[in-house]
């Protein structure tokens, strides 16, 4: 039988003496954000947090509460901040975020932390976020703390087999055939494929302009068309990325 | 037949539609915080989630992401932030993720937003990051946002039917009578009645001390005893609140 | 004979030598901020500083410099930041001075602080100040900080024989019966009871709303009548206040 | 008969009805920090609140709250913010706390304000408060604001006249002849002349050195020696500063 | 013959004078970080400020000042902030430098800026910075912003020519062949090609760790052997690099 | 010979090497800010750069990254901020860029370090900066760091020598005689003597005004005519200088 291995559903007791034994937490990072007419705002920090918690049951692991606050769309790789549905918090606030719980973290004694996010423009911040709060916990216990993207998992095998034509890259699948086959697999109650827009993908140029030109993000807000996305793609996929990232952890952190 | 509320499972092209008939935006926030043994660390963003969708319901509003990072536990509040368990976030992120999601439901077209908090430290910094964002809006569009603690919205009446031999104040309710039974009333699934530690209220002094004086929190990390918590007496608060709830922002955002 | 508390009017020497002797440091906190056409903009900061020095005698303890800029007055405790007269600081600034008086007092020698707080706006800021000061203080020599708002020490004897029709409460109090006592019985001169509008208390929402609705605070500033008002009540409250802070204090600081 | 100008002691509906005429508002600015043994810490403080207040009496001006939280002392100004009774505020704290007081004079709708102060460390961290809030008014009515440290209005006939024997400079004068002096014209019950250290002024480098070299400081704290100080001197500065002053606000803001 | 394009060297009269044809500003972003022992610190702002000369040359652009500090090596694209000879600044310092430069140049009057990155690490924070920077400009003149980074406008057939074995990827090119190839085209005297230390290519997992095991960075710091670059290489990268962003430029700014 | 001691042009291996013996590090700070028609932008950093390269040979010392984000420029000592040509950055970003490079060259192991300032208004921030880089290092190995301004070098007999009609002070030197001179002394080809404009000194008040009364600066930008300027007299001023700088970091830092 599968036990609770979110914190926010268990009781501090239980959760004290879980962590006596020093699990790995795993912290799902998301946002919320615009995808498309055909999926959820809330992307993002689903399937983020889905995967953190079959991971976990690999492993044995915590999964800490999710974080939503996610930060801006980029018109790269989601479309745009300009995008009414999507929310884009400062850079200041996602760090201050990230800060915290690893410090909050340490101060509870976990010594093996790993972020897993979903939300491609928030890397760095999360990086940054885990940098200031080892330098704040210097002089004390310091944990270990892995920081992934979860398509960072998904296998050269599994690309060519998907994407017969070619890939595209992770960006322009913002909306399109990866997120909605792992949403298919996961959440297919969310996902309304009869309204997937199918539309090419987005010829985007290789830099940033600000103020966005809006023009450039196709008319649906994905960034590729989802058509052919489908749930056995989303098995596929889903399976590649829970096993990557749980072969990554027990790796690194030598369970 | 009820449609979907939460903004995050609605999809962005559907929330577009939706927003333009100017509907309240109602936005939970809560806390990851030690309740006692007997009901799990998301207690005060459950509870502030499912009011806003209760609410909702009844004033056709939405309900925006849930705000989970709350500020730290204080003693005499929430038994403080030195216990395992609990996540104390700075007020500077408080504040910061508040004054965000004003900033962007107002770019959204909002114009009118409710915040609903279940964390009783939160208060000011939820005001801070309000008062904040429509600094930043000057010049543009400012919504109207109402901010409220839900405990607020239990009459009197309901206070005296519930608490026959006295009122003993909010503050010493973390995780006691008025919380255990809302949550057996919405989540009865995540609350261990047998665990519950049966102590004597908390005896706290009218002054905070930091650092904190662990003696003079209970055992349990609850405030005062959840032994006489009932489903019954979490449907008569419920009651009182999400109707109390619905009253102040039909009345204020005339409707 | 009582010699010189307030450190601002010591000369260094004579203080480095006082504080050889580990006595508490009181800082009082108040605000600039309107109070009604009966009584000055400084009620808060003069209160607070004036109960801190009698405290300070009867402990043997030092008054620190007056924290006069206090957060933004809010409708339900103040009448609102709108009104003009009141200044509101923001939650940074009043952090970072808390935080740095506990910083400074530390690297100073001081073991004990307590803030004696006189603007119910503040209170939330210099905990988040004195518990940021704390960490920054980490691996040094910390001091036990106590915070409070002198209200709290009214009993409920003196608050039943001074309200006999009930009492409304403390927030309502602005610029009502205890302030514009305390200030008859401190600072007469000060106070003007022949300009006290003697208006019904304001009945205000459990909520707050911004931008503020100015409606809602009463023509006076104030949230109630200051009529009943009188130097014997200043007295009797003075005298809980002062006592019962002093022996907190004592209780907590045992000295 | 002269009425009141600090407004910490008017009320709000007289200060509306005064600032309708658009007075100067003069904020001092000042410190607590250690004077050496013959004065007390608050000197920066009580110098700038009496110099704003006599020249508020010339100009028919107010005075605002005075600002008591200064910049850190450094060796070469102010000995040095190693020293105990020296309260050093970062530089983020003193730049919020100027911005404010700007942003809420606009506010207020004063069109006019000077900073008078009193620290020499201060200037430049008000100046950035000041030209902050400028930026924040941006779109809105912008008041005019004038910054100057009150010994930059001492005319080099009065330096002649008290330093026959070669001026060392304002920076050395911490503590010394000019403080002193004054501090003996306005507030002689706080100055202890028997007190006086009456060491060579510090030799000190061109250069701040961090940390601090402490042997560069004068045991007394003081960077020159007050012995040549006196009520006759203090007079004729003060007349100069103050009359000083006055004809630079009244030029500049043509009254 | 050509002009001074870099404003650090052109005076302020000058300078005013050209802006009034509407130039493109080119602001090089680069960093301070260790490439090996045969290339110096300073590579990532030397590249950039050459290239962005190159560009302005064929677009009659302008080029701003350098912006040399830049964010914390990353262990998977520049080795590792841990190492000594690399510096990284806060994310809060990066943004803010590139906020500044998007302000300024808006209040002289330019329309179209344009970042040139040469520091892979640093992407996120010019973006940052430069959304910021148009928040603060909202009601004013907002001049369109480009961002790129110089390495996404090497053509597919220059890497395929390049690297016939197959393109280890941008990231791992951190002091290997395309870096110090085009310091050998642009500041040969400045390359040690005989202290090129020839080890394979870095093989790091696709993920972060902090703190930074060592262990997975290359002795040299660099992440791939430097031993395949060439002046010839260096040459073609460097035309491919400046007229794909020349192209870049003039199709977006229309000149 | 000399070798290469600006650590920009230095790879990280003999930088390695080179700071095992403890060298000196020389931070050049400068600004990007108008200096009249006659010279380039980039004077401060240019200057602050030379001179902390000589004063390096003389003490075998290296020179780190010249930062070049001055604080805004201030009418009293660099003609105003408002003026086209002229970068101000805030006060945060200063601070932050000094802080960072204190803590990175402690980190790199770095036991002495001295400012070079090139920029009148600078100097504060910098003070800041390094303050609390010191707060962050506690507990760690903390260098000794040294901050100086350049023209406090130029001795007496240089100044009275060189203005023998009186000297008009530092301040209202902005792009006169001395930084000219030195200027053609460094970087003869980037100052044009034939475009001195020959304006009287500026007359300004001892006080500063935000917002600036442009009409105080005089047209040309600078403060004082820089036509007495000469190559002569910039070679004793650096002499002057270089000399002095050297003489007071042996004496300091005893080499």
């Known amino acids: 039988m599968t036990h609770e291995r979110n914190i926010t559903r268990l009781d501090a007791f239980t959760y004290r003496k879980i962590i006596q034994d ?3 937490m795993l912290i799902p990072v998301g946002a919320i954000e615009q995808h498309g007419p055909h999926m959820p705002l809330g992307v993002d920090m689903m399937l983020s947090t889905k995967m953190a918690e079959l991971v976990a ?3 044995n692991a915590l999964v800490g509460p999710t974080i939503t606050t996610g930060y801006k769309s980029q018109q790269r790789s989601g479309g745009g901040n300009h995008i009414i549905g999507s929310f884009g918090f400062d850079a200041a606030t996602v760090i201050g975020i990230c800060r915290t719980f690893v410090r909050e973290f340490a101060r509870h004694g976990l010594k093996r932390i790993a972020f897993i996010n979903g939300h491609y423009e928030n890397y760095q911040f999360i990086y940054e976020g885990v940098d200031l709060a080892l330098r ?3 002089g004390q216990s310091i944990p270990d703390v892995m920081l992934l993207s979860y398509w960072d998992f998904v296998t050269e095998e599994v690309i060519s087999g998907l994407y017969p ?3 595209p890259g992770w960006d322009v699948e913002h909306g399109g055939v990866m997120e909605t086959s792992l949403m298919l697999e996961y959440f297919p109650d969310l996902v309304h494929m009869d309204r997937v827009m199918d539309l090419p993908a987005a010829a985007l140029p290789p830099y940033d302009l600000l103020p966005v ?3 450039l993000t196709p008319e649906s807000g994905c960034l590729s068309s989802a ?3 489908s749930a056995e793609k989303g098995a596929i996929l889903a399976d590649s990325i829970v096993s990557g990232i749980t072969d ?3 790796g690194r952190f030598t369970m």
Do not use: Q, Y
Request: net charge negative; aromatic share 4%; no cysteine.
């Open 136 to 138: 704040d916990l210097r």
């Open 165 to 167: 034509d070619g890939f």
């Open 213 to 215: 030109d809006p023009t």
């Open 57 to 59: 049951e690999n492993i």
């Open 248 to 250: 990554a952890i027990r």
């Open 22 to 24: 020093d699990p790995v």
């Open 227 to 229: 058509k052919a996305a």
